[in-house]
């Protein structure tokens, strides 16, 4: 957090003179700019409390960016971003586009108003297994009972340890994790990171089983529906693939792969009546294996959240800007026109670099 505050403040320097900032953001015009968001809520600090921050965004700060991106960008729809690259003179605004990822039913109620009244194109990544459902992604199940976990008497890793142990898995480094506030997120990260969707699933049984549920954070949660999805797509919101069941690619086998893009492809185009063009690869991540699969699977355009791109397939390994609630704040803790001038040219990039791309 430190470091954003400092960036901000050098940003803010630098950003500081509108031919200054005209140019910097003329010099991206051969690289239109993705930003990607996840949920939407009303109160932030609220649901901050028992949610993954980097998650949300509150509906008034999604307002202040899209009016931001608004007056400096042409803003447009994904079918459109590579088109227009290349043609874009010295005289053509930048171009941006805005994604969503997950499906949250949020997403619905409170950013597609917002997005129809300001007239703007976006683009929605469903898991398709959930769209209709009650049901919430594993990740966001694990990191809500990992919490109700932390705040019993018995320490978390011990906890997790022998749940762990009892289902014949392994996650490296979990005797480490303190049942400090900060762990639950790095504790989250590190099960992601390492276990494959059906152990996850094992896992997440297994805790909820033995620490309950919150019911109300998980109807928070709730994915939205066909319907939805049909009418946002008619009013310009293109809707594009992010699996079957948000599986992280990078982990499965090449069958389990295959048949979460092709089949999340396969849902989408059935139920929606309209070609599917654009992948979101889940958690960003992504390798040599799963971007053929993806080509393979039919898509044209695929998204991750990393500058590491795959040279042999720019189109299948775009890179995108994830922003939440806090990822233009300056240094008064308000929304800072300079540090979101700073998301845009991608002064922060470095710090967001995919965990493939930190081993290398
Ligand atoms: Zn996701
Ligand atoms: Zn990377």
Known sequence: MRHVVKSGLA?????????????????RS?????????????????SARRSIPAMLVSRAMLRRHLDWIGRRFDVVPLDEIVTRRGRGGRFRRPSAAITFDDGFRDVYELAFP??????????????????????????????LALLRARNTSQSLSTRLGSIVSALGLE?????DAAPAAGDTLRLTRRILETLRRDDLALLVEALEKEVGVDEEALRERRPLDWDMLKEMRRSGVTIGSHTRRHVVLTLESEKRVQEETVGSRRDLEER?????HHFAYPNGWFDDATVAAVQA???????????????????LTLPRTLLWEKSSLGMFGTFSPAVMGCQADGTFDRSGLCPLHRRN
């Open 30 to 46: 051969g690289t239109p700019w993705i930003v990607g968001y996840h949920r939407v809520v009303e109160d932030y600090a609220r």
């Open 11 to 27: 940003c803010g320097l630098r950003w500081s003179g509108t031919s200054l900032l005209r140019r910097r953001l003329n010099g």
């Open 114 to 143: 917002l997005l129809k009244a300001k007239g703007m194109p976006a683009a929605i990544f469903v898991v398709t297994s959930l769209v209709g459902t009650s049901g919430v992604p594993l990740f966001e199940r694990l990191y």
């Open 171 to 175: 996650v490296e480094g979990l005797a």
């Open 297 to 315: 699977a039919g898509y044209s355009f695929a998204y991750t959240s990393c500058r590491h791109r795959d040279p042999a397939h720019p189109h």
């Open 272 to 276: 929606l009546g309209a070609a599917v």
